[in-house]
C-alpha cells in the first residue's frame, strides 16, 4: 500500500503517501506549476514555501517541450526534486473540447519524464451537460481506466483514476465504483471547478460524499482544481485528501487577495490580515505602486503563503480532534458554505461510521449544527439501541443539565436524592437522569462516559437543539417502561419544550407526570414523594 493513515478527524485523515520521490504528508496542497510560466520557481515553492509535491500538466509539457523533459528527467527539468505529479490534458478537454493526443501518448509520455503521480486521459463532464453526454464522459473515462493496464510499463509510478459525472450523482456513484474496482492507487473527483466557481459547495458536497460512499475508503482521493484555502478545511472534512492550486497564481493576476476567510481586491485592502513574510513588510498601499510583474509576484507569494498556512491549520485540527469545530468556524465567512454544511445532515450516519468515535480533546457544542457531528449521531445510535434501563426503575427523575460535570456529582443533583431518601428511605425505583443539549437524556450511571462530560455548550441552547432534546426525552420516554415520571424544570425555562412534550408522552402512554421548578425543589419535590408514598402513583 503506497497509502497510511496516521490520524483521523471526521472523514479528514492525514496520512502518508509513497512515491518514488519520497513520501508526502496528507491532506496536501500542489501548487500548479506552468511549465512555461512559473512566477515562483518550483526550487523557492519547497525551499521557501515548504511544499513537498507540486503538479504540472503533462499535455503543456509535451505540446510545448516535447522530447526535453524526456530526455532530462522531469524533475530536473523542473529543478524539483520533490514528487510531481501530472495531470494529462483533461482539463484542457473541458476548456477547448479536444486536445491533440490521445490516452496511450498521454501515458507512455507521463511514464519516459518519470513523473511520481499520474493522470489517465479522463473526460471531464463538466457542469452544462445533459444527464446523457454525462453517461458518455463516465462510460469513455471508465474505458480508458481499464485500458490503462495493457499501456503502462512502468510499477513505480502512482495512478490517478478519475470520477466523473458532474452534478448526475447516480452516474457519480457510478463511476466512482466501477473505478474503485480498478487498480489504482488515488482516486479523483473530477469537474468540481464550475461548481466551485459557482459557489455550488453544496452540489460539491453531494459530489465529494457519493464518490467516498463509493469508492475504497483506504485510497486517497485528490479534489481537482480546489485551490481556495476557504475550502480546504470543508474539502478536507468530507475525506479529500489531495488539492491543487493554481488559484494562487491566477487570482494574483487579477490583484485578488486570497484569505482562509475568502478574496479581496488588492484595492479595496486598507491592512493586509496576514502575517507572511510579505505582507509583514508591506502596506497594499504600496503594493498597489509596484510595477504589474512585482506586484503578481507580491500576490502570488502571499496567495501561496496563505494556502500553505491554512492547511496546516487544518491538519493541526485533525491532530488536536477538532476539525468539526474549525469546519464551523470557516463555514460562517460565506452563506454558501454554511448551506453546504447543513447537507452534511442528509450524510451523518455514514460520517458517523468512518469517525474516530473517542478522542483525546473534549468537544465544544455552539449551537443546533453540531447536531450532526458524529459524536452526537454516534451517542444517539448507541443510546436508542443498546441502553436498557435498570430493572428495579419504575420512576424516572429528569434533571436539567448543570454547570458541574459529570452531572451527577453536582450540589443540585445530591439534594434530590438526599430528599427522595429522607421521604421514602430507599433511592431504589427511582431512575436519575438528565435532559442535556445536545446529548438528549443521559442517565445518570453513564454520566462519565465520553464525551457526555468532556464537553462545553451555549446555555441556554437554541430552539432547534432544545427542540431535538424535547424529541429525545419524548423517545426514551416511550421506549421504557416507567410508572411515572418527575421533571424538574431548569433556573432558565429552557426546559419548558422539554417539559410540555414529555408531559404529552406521559399523557399518552397514561403514566404519571409531575413538574417542578429547580428553585423549587426542596418544599415540592417532597409533597409529590409524599403523594406516591399514600397512592403508589404520581399525580397525573
Ligand atoms: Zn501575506
Redesign the pocket.
Given at each position: 500500500m503506497s497509502f497510511e493513515i496516521r490520524e483521523k478527524d471526521l472523514l479528514g485523515r492525514i496520512g502518508k503517501l509513497k512515491t518514488k520521490s519520497g513520501t508526502i504528508e496528507t491532506p496536501v496542497l500542489l501548487p500548479v506549476v506552468n511549465p512555461a510560466f512559473q512566477p515562483i520557481p518550483p526550487r523557492q515553492i519547497r525551499e521557501e514555501f515548504g511544499f513537498e509535491a507540486l503538479i504540472t500538466n503533462a499535455y503543456i509539457l509535451k505540446q510545448r517541450f516535447q522530447n526535453e523533459p524526456v530526455r532530462e528527467g522531469l524533475h530536473k527539468f523542473l529543478n524539483f526534486d520533490g514528487a510531481i505529479m501530472t495531470d494529462s490534458g483533461a482539463y484542457q478537454i473541458l476548456v477547448y473540447g479536444d486536445v491533440k493526443t490521445n490516452q496511450d501518448e498521454i501515458v507512455n509520455y507521463q511514464e519516459q519524464i518519470g513523473t511520481d503521480i499520474a493522470t489517465i486521459l479522463d473526460i471531464p463532464t463538466g457542469w452544462r451537460v445533459t444527464e446523457e453526454c454525462a453517461g458518455r464522459t463516465v462510460k469513455e473515462t471508465l474505458k480508458r481506466a481499464r485500458r490503462l493496464s495493457k499501456i503502462k510499463r512502468r510499477d513505480d509510478i502512482l495512478w490517478v483514476g478519475p470520477v466523473q459525472g458532474g452534478k448526475y450523482l447516480d452516474l457519480v456513484a457510478k463511476s466512482a465504483r466501477e473505478m474503485g474496482r480498478l487498480p489504482f492507487s488515488i482516486h479523483a473527483l473530477g469537474s468540481p471547478t464550475e461548481v466551485m466557481e459557482r459557489y455550488r459547495f453544496d452540489v460539491l458536497l453531494e459530489m465529494i460524499m457519493t464518490a467516498k460512499m463509493n469508492l475504497p475508503l483506504d485510497r486517497p482521493l485528490h479534489l481537482f482544481g480546489a485551490g481556495h484555502p476557504f475550502m480546504f478545511a470543508f474539502a478536507v472534512a468530507l475525506g479529500c485528501d489531495l488539492f491543487d492550486s493554481a488559484a494562487y497564481a491566477l487570482y494574483a493576476r487579477e490583484c485578488r487577495?486570497l484569505t482562509e476567510n475568502g478574496t479581496h481586491r488588492l484595492n479595496e485592502l486598507e491592512y493586509?490580515p496576514?502575517?507572511?513574510?510579505?505582507?509583514?513588510c508591506s502596506t497594499p498601499k504600496k503594493v498597489l505602486e509596484l510595477e504589474t510583474q512585482q506586484r503578481f509576484s507580491f500576490l502570488a507569494?502571499?496567495n501561496l503563503?496563505?494556502c500553505g498556512a491554512e492547511m496546516r491549520r487544518v491538519k493541526q485540527a485533525v491532530e488536536d480532534g477538532r476539525l468539526w469545530e474549525y469546519v464551523e468556524m470557516r463555514a460562517l465567512s460565506h452563506p454558501a458554505l454554511l448551506q453546504a454544511l447543513k447537507k452534511v445532515s442528509k450524510y451523518k450516519e455514514f460520517i458517523e461510521e468512518n469517525s474516530p468515535s473517542t478522542k483525546h480533546s473534549g468537544l465544544f457544542f455552539f449551537d443546533s449544527l453540531s447536531l450532526m457531528r458524529p459524536e452526537i449521531v454516534h451517542y444517539e445510535k448507541t443510546f436508542s439501541q443498546r441502553y436498557t434501563k435498570p430493572g428495579d426503575a419504575d420512576t424516572l427523575v429528569l434533571l436539567p443539565q448543570t454547570e458541574m460535570k459529570p452531572f451527577h456529582k453536582s450540589i443540585q443533583c445530591k439534594q434530590v436524592e438526599k430528599i427522595i431518601r429522607q421521604q421514602l428511605r430507599k433511592v431504589n425505583g427511582f431512575h436519575v437522569c438528565f435532559y442535556a443539549a445536545p446529548f438528549g437524556v443521559i442517565p445518570n450511571e453513564i454520566d462519565e462516559v465520553y464525551p457526555v462530560s468532556q464537553h462545553e455548550t451555549v446555555v441556554p441552547p437554541d430552539s432547534e437543539t432544545v427542540r431535538y432534546v424535547a424529541a429525545q426525552v419524548a423517545n426514551y420516554v416511550n421506549r421504557t417502561n416507567y410508572r411515572g415520571v418527575i421533571l424538574v424544570n431548569d433556573p432558565l425555562n429552557w426546559g419548558k419544550t422539554v417539559l410540555s412534550s414529555c408531559r404529552d408522552t406521559c399523557r399518552t402512554k397514561k403514566i404519571g407526570f409531575a413538574a417542578l421548578d429547580v428553585e423549587k425543589v426542596q418544599v415540592v419535590l417532597p409533597k409529590i414523594l409524599m403523594s406516591l408514598r399514600k397512592t403508589d402513583d404520581l399525580i397525573r
Open positions: 487577495y493586509f496576514c502575517a507572511c513574510p510579505k505582507c509583514n507569494e502571499h503563503y496563505a
